[in-house]
């Protein structure tokens, strides 16, 4: 055991050494605690200040969403325009989707530029590019022509894509639309084939493919 008059000195040279220490580098101290303080309380207002912010956000969207169910569609999407610009991500996200949804009614062609924006809009990550990429393609299905469809969507039917169902039934319609029998029954046979695929879309392609001629007929 070690003598008590050693452990005492101990103690004293310690306690100088600390004090030699404070001496130097205690403003330092007290800078660093009173940085850790304001970084924790302004990280705490922060994001209180986010959440706030997302509810009333919320709020908004719901009243846009109330005026375009109320048919009032001219309100709702400059309702959404205005959540787009301002409002937090998330929200910001879903707006620019809706407003898109909104032009739709009124002006195809102008709904079909704000989806394909979306589309390239690398930020949005691919799901939601490709929902929007495949938004614009049905707003497109009855008068483009199949090539346009086919680079529109052939690249969303890659195993693995997320809307890649959607992607061939779009050019299967597309391709029966303009009688290119061949490229019905290619983008057909890949719904039909795969156990993976909705059954309601299934059911949807065995009836179009009933509808098309045996081979040599078409």
């Known amino acids: 055991m070690s003598d008590p008059i050693f452990q005492e000195v101990d103690e004293e040279v310690r306690r100088e050494q600390l004090k030699k220490l404070w001496e130097?580098?205690?403003?330092?101290?007290?800078?660093?605690?009173?940085?850790i303080v304001a970084g924790i309380g302004g990280w705490r207002g922060y994001d209180w200040w986010l959440s706030k912010k997302a509810a009333e956000t919320g709020i908004t969207f719901e009243a846009a969403a109330a005026l375009s169910e109320e048919g009032k569609h001219a309100e709702a999407e400059a309702a959404f325009a205005k959540i787009a610009a301002e409002a937090p991500a998330g929200y910001r996200l879903l707006a620019r989707?809706?407003?898109?949804?909104?032009?739709?009614?009124?002006?195809?062609?102008?709904?079909?530029?704000?989806y394909d924006t979306l589309a390239a809009d690398s930020g949005l990550g691919r799901l939601f590019q490709d929902l929007a990429a495949v938004r614009a393609a049905y707003l497109l299905a009855d008068t483009a022509s199949y090539s346009e469809m086919l680079k529109r969507l052939e690249p969303l039917t890659a195993a693995g894509r997320p809307y890649r169902y959607a992607a061939r039934e779009l050019l299967a319609v597309s391709a029966w639309r303009t009688r290119d029998?061949?490229?019905?029954?290619?983008?057909?046979?890949?719904?039909?084939?795969?156990?993976?695929?909705?059954?309601?879309?299934?059911?949807?392609?065995?009836?179009?493919?009933?509808?098309v001629p045996a081979r040599g007929k078409g």
């Open 181 to 211: 029998f061949d490229s019905v029954r290619r983008w057909s046979e890949l719904i039909l084939t795969d156990v993976q695929a909705p059954s309601s879309m299934r059911a949807r392609v065995e009836t179009l493919m009933a509808l």
């Open 24 to 35: 130097r580098h205690g403003h330092l101290a007290i800078a660093v605690a009173v940085l």
């Open 97 to 114: 989707f809706r407003e898109a949804a909104e032009l739709a009614g009124r002006d195809r062609k102008a709904a079909i530029e704000a």
